[in-house]
C-alpha cells in the first residue's frame, strides 16, 4: 500500500465519517479536509466512491442512524 493510497483511504473515511456523523455543508467538510473548495471536495468524492457526497450520505444516513 502506497502512501498516497493510504492517505486518500484515511482522508475519504474521514469525510464519510463527517457527512453521517455531523450535519456540516459540504462547504465546511471541504475545509476540515483540506479542500480550497467544496468542487473539489465533490470531485474526489466521486472519483474514490463512484457517488456524490450527496448521494452518499441520502442513502446511507438512515442505515447508519439506525444502527446506532
Do not use: M, W
Not at 484515511?10 to 456540516?24: G, M, P, V
Amino acid at each position: 500500500l502506497s502512501v498516497k493510497k493510504y492517505l486518500d483511504r484515511e482522508r475519504n473515511a474521514y469525510i464519510k465519517s463527517l457527512l453521517l456523523t455531523t450535519n456540516l455543508s459540504l462547504k465546511e467538510i471541504a475545509e476540515i479536509a483540506g479542500f480550497d473548495c467544496d468542487g473539489e471536495l465533490i470531485k474526489y468524492f466521486t472519483y474514490h466512491n463512484r457517488t456524490g457526497p450527496k448521494a452518499f450520505k441520502n442513502s446511507n444516513y438512515a442505515t447508519h442512524t439506525n444502527a446506532q
